[in-house]
């Protein structure tokens, strides 16, 4: 059996609240069965025979596998490739009924372990993995080194669980490692001013935006429709409507204040939402007011506000495809707004 690259991913449950309770329960007992404690949501962790193993959920609808990983130095870097493993009859007859995939990937040992493989009573993910375990022995793995993955010097006795990988990681190295994250996460007074001030300005140029993209818009209907009594104008574009005012009001917020360091995370994300509300309000008041403008000689508050009315309540696919941009246009300026933070890396 060959141990191939790359490996199965774990699923993204869509059957329901029932199948996740019911793939849960089968973690429990797979963590009672091999003796490990660890639990993490939608998966379980822990030392088997001294390597570190986790266990989450593969497949699809109502067939659900299992997707073991193990852990071990030689792994980082696939050091160790195919011929190294004299991989026992039973793991082979596996393979060859696609029951299990065995891969090196990531630095990991990974073995999918198929539904079908637990469709006959006889197998057991405890014999199936003590197989491996043997395996791995008997190439000269060291199951009890306990040595921390990175920086290969401390010891780390407690395993973690984060990112989707079991980890063996010393306290120095997850707290260099959350250190990072904090301080891309951490908000000083000039960062959060910073970011205030700039969602203040730049909600000005995403209101221009918006007025400037209906009026541009507006000209363009005209211009097509000058010869014509009806136009047709397919779904896809219509929506590309929405898609494209969102993009350029949301992006001009969230872009400005993404371009401040020290901003904070819930404070950069707050002023983004807030600055992209702003921006689509205003962007919609001056839209109207330029109709009122073009439209008459007269300009009140009250026509004003009846142009704003109309805009809103006289076609009702015109509203969607606002309240579509309006919507996206806030997430955009909210998500562009946060700071992205550098992953773990376990």
Same mark, same amino acid.
């Given at each position: 059996?060959? !141990?191939?690259?790359g490996?199965? +991913? ?5 059957g ?9 329960? +089968?973690?429990?007992? @797979? ?24 266990a ?22 696939? *050091?160790l490739? %195919? ?18 995939? @065995?891969? @090196?990937?990531d ?24 197989c !491996?375990? %043997?395996?791995?022995?008997s !190439?000269?793995?060291d ?13 780390a %006795?407690?395993?973690?669980y984060d ?37 203040v ?26 010869? *014509? ?7 896809i574009?219509?929506?590309? *409507? ?8 949301g992006?001009?917020?969230g872009?400005?204040? *993404?371009m ?87």
């Open positions: 059996m060959a !141990v191939v690259l490996h199965d +991913e774990p699923h993204s449950d869509g329901g609240l029932f199948l996740v309770q019911k793939n849960l329960s +089968e973690l429990d007992a @797979i963590g009672a069965e091999l003796a490990i404690s660890g639990k993490a949501p939608s998966a379980v962790y822990g030392r088997f025979r001294g390597f570190p193993l986790a989450t959920p593969i497949g699809e609808k109502s067939e659900y596998g299992v997707l073991v990983q193990i852990r071990h130095p030689l792994f980082e870097g696939e *050091r490739d %195919e011929e190294v493993f004299p991989w026992c009859e039973y793991l082979n007859q596996c393979a060859e009924k696609e029951l299990i995939k @065995i891969s @090196i990937d630095g990991i040992l990974w073995i999918s372990i198929y539904p079908s493989f637990t469709k006959n009573p006889s197998n057991s993910y405890k014999e199936l993995l003590n !491996v375990v %043997e395996d791995l022995l !190439v000269g793995l199951s009890a080194d306990k040595t921390c993955h990175y920086c290969k010097i401390e010891t %006795e407690e395993l973690t990112e989707g990988r079991v980890g063996q990681i010393c306290d120095d190295c997850m707290a260099e490692r959350r250190g990072v994250q904090s301080a891309e996460r951490r908000a000083t007074t000039l960062g959060t001013a910073g970011a205030l001030l700039a969602g300005l730049s909600s000005f140029v995403g209101a221009a935006m918006w007025a400037g993209y209906w009026i541009v818009e507006t000209y363009f209907i005209e211009w097509i429709w000058r010869d *014509r009594d009806d136009v047709f104008i397919p779904s574009i219509t929506c590309g *409507r929405a898609v494209v005012v969102g993009v350029l009001t992006g001009s917020v872009i400005a204040i *993404r401040i360091p020290n901003r904070g995370d819930k404070f950069a994300g707050g002023v983004g939402l807030a600055c992209g509300i702003a921006a689509t309000i205003g962007g919609e008041l001056v839209f109207a007011a330029w109709l009122v403008a073009r439209q008459s000689d007269y300009f009140s508050a009250e026509i004003w506000f009846n142009t704003l009315l109309s805009l809103w309540s006289s076609d009702f696919i015109g509203t969607m495809v606002r309240v579509l941009a309006l919507l996206l246009a806030w997430v955009i300026a909210w998500d562009l707004a946060k700071p992205k933070v550098t992953p773990l890396g376990l």
